[in-house]
C-alpha cells in the first residue's frame, strides 16, 4: 500500500495568537508534534484521504511531515482562514497541494484555484479536477486560529527520517 495522506483542519481560540494556534493544531489532531513543513508535491502512489489526523500518545514529541496553511486573527470582527487545495492524478496518485490563508473565505478559495490552475498549466501529466478543504473563525474576543494540513508521516527521533 501507497502513503496515506490526511487532510485535517482546526480551529483554536487562545489567551495568545500563538494559544490559539496550538489549540487548532490540538484540535486537528496534531498539537502534540514537531511540524516540518513540506512543499506541495504528492508523491506517486499516495492516496489522500479527508480524515483526521489521530495521534497516538507514544508518537508525542515525534516529527509530523505535513503540508499547513494557517492563519490567525486577534481582533474582534477580524476572520481567520487557512485552506488546501490539491489535485491528484487518478491513475497513479501523483499530485500537487497548495497552501493559502487570509482573513476571507472567497478569497481563500480563489487562491487555491487560481494556484492549482496556473501550476497545472506547465506540468505534463493529467491531475484530475481541483479539491479543496477551508476552514476558518472568526474573533470574538480572544485570538483565534484555523489551521488546514495534508499530514504524510509520524517519525519518531531515533529513526534516520529517510
Known amino acids: 500500500m501507497g502513503l496515506e495522506i ?8 487562545g489567551s495568545t495568537p500563538l494559544a490559539a494556534f496550538d489549540r487548532a493544531l ?7 508534534y514537531n ?28 516529527r509530523l511531515y ?8 486577534d481582533v474582534p470582527g477580524e476572520e481567520a482562514w487557512a485552506g488546501l487545495g490539491w489535485v491528484q492524478n487518478e491513475e497513479d496518485g501523483r499530485g500537487l497541494f497548495v497552501e493559502h490563508h487570509g482573513a ?15 501550476m497545472c498549466a506547465y506540468r505534463t501529466a493529467p491531475l484530475g479536477p481541483p479539491q479543496a478543504a477551508v476552514v476558518g473563525a472568526s474573533c470574538t474576543g480572544l485570538p483565534v486560529c484555523a489551521v ?3 499530514v504524510y508521516e ?6 534516520s527520517g529517510q
Open 6 to 13: 490526511y487532510i485535517t483542519t482546526g480551529v483554536g481560540e
Open 26 to 32: 490540538f484540535e486537528a489532531g496534531i498539537g502534540n
Open 35 to 62: 511540524l516540518i513543513l513540506l512543499s506541495s508535491v504528492v508523491p506517486i502512489g499516495a492516496k489522500i484521504l479527508r480524515k483526521q489526523w489521530y495521534a497516538e500518545d507514544e508518537e508525542w514529541g515525534h
Open 66 to 73: 505535513l503540508v499547513l496553511a494557517e492563519q490567525r486573527a
Open 104 to 118: 476571507k473565505r472567497q478569497q481563500v478559495e480563489n487562491d487555491i484555484e487560481a494556484s492549482l490552475a496556473a
Open 148 to 150: 488546514a494540513a495534508a
Open 154 to 159: 509520524s517519525r519518531d527521533w531515533s529513526s
